[in-house]
T-cell receptor, first 117, second 112 residues
Framework: DTGVSQNPRHKITKRGQNVTFRCDPI?????LYWYRQTLGQGPEFLTY????????KSRLLSDRFSAERPKGSFSTLEIQRTEQGDSAMYLC???????????????FGDGTRLSIL | AQTVTQSQPEMSVQEAETVTLSCTYD???????LFWYKQPPSRQMILVIR??????QNATENRFSVNFQKAAKSFSLKISDSQLGDTAMYFC?????????FGKGTRLSVIA
């Protein structure tokens, strides 16, 4: 168990550019989640996958945000035409879901900190 | 919609003392789980303790225990024998038929 891995750790980019973050979950975990965390706040849910299926995406902040998990393993989160307000920590988590209410704890990565100049 | 409220933005405790962090939540669901997560400075979020709503017995994990009052929708975390390594942000979180919902967190400082 190598834990949840996120790359890059930090991303600095100019406003208007596109950015993509990667998350590698714990290998046996079938669920993968993306969150955004701004300073002084708790993580805010964005979207999640079970295997390759995206089960919830209505919480994505705008149509500039999209996520994929094409083979049910790693996932990418893309933000197009970045804005100043996108500056935040983007967290990925994974869990093993066995049905019913998801009682299995989510394991978090270190996050990717995005700074928009 | 589910909401989680942590009313204490910051707290401090002397090393070896006991501290209690408060959390209340609002839901109409009957089957759910509650968690406390810890986020040390510049480090990843880790699970501290978990409580199943259908269990009346309060969960304990070593120095960490909860006081779960289902009727009052309250879920406080007690840390006994506080250690310097307990310094962190603590987040209360709820999961039912909706994705995990976090509170805004309590910043705990353990003072030597």
């Amino acid at each position: 168990d190598t834990g949840v891995s996120q790359n890059p750790r930090h991303k600095i980019t100019k406003r208007g550019q596109n950015v993509t973050f990667r998350c590698d979950p714990i290998s046996e975990h079938n669920r993968l989640y993306w969150y955004r965390q701004t300073l002084g706040q708790g993580p805010e849910f964005l979207t999640y996958f079970q295997n390759e299926a995206q089960l919830e995406k209505s919480r994505l902040l705008s149509d500039r945000f999209s996520a994929e998990r094409p083979k049910g393993s790693f996932s990418t989160l893309e933000i197009q035409r970045t804005e100043q307000g996108d500056s935040a920590m983007y967290l990925c988590a994974s869990s093993l879901h066995r049905g019913g209410v998801s009682n299995q704890p989510q394991h978090f990565g270190d996050g990717t900190r995005l700074s928009i100049l | 919609a589910q909401t989680v409220t942590q009313s204490q933005p910051e707290m401090s405790v002397q090393e070896a003392e006991t501290v209690t962090l408060s959390c209340t939540y609002d839901t109409s669901e009957s089957n759910y789980y509650l968690f406390w997560y810890k986020q040390p400075p510049s480090r990843q979020m880790i699970l501290v303790i978990r409580q199943e709503a259908y269990k009346q017995q309060n969960a304990t994990e070593n120095r960490f225990s909860v006081n779960f009052q289902k009727a009052a929708k309250s879920f406080s975390l007690k840390i006994s024998d506080s250690q310097l390594g307990d310094t962190a942000m603590y987040f209360c979180a709820f999961i039912g038929n909706t994705p995990l919902v976090f509170g805004k967190g309590t910043r705990l400082s353990v003072i030597a």
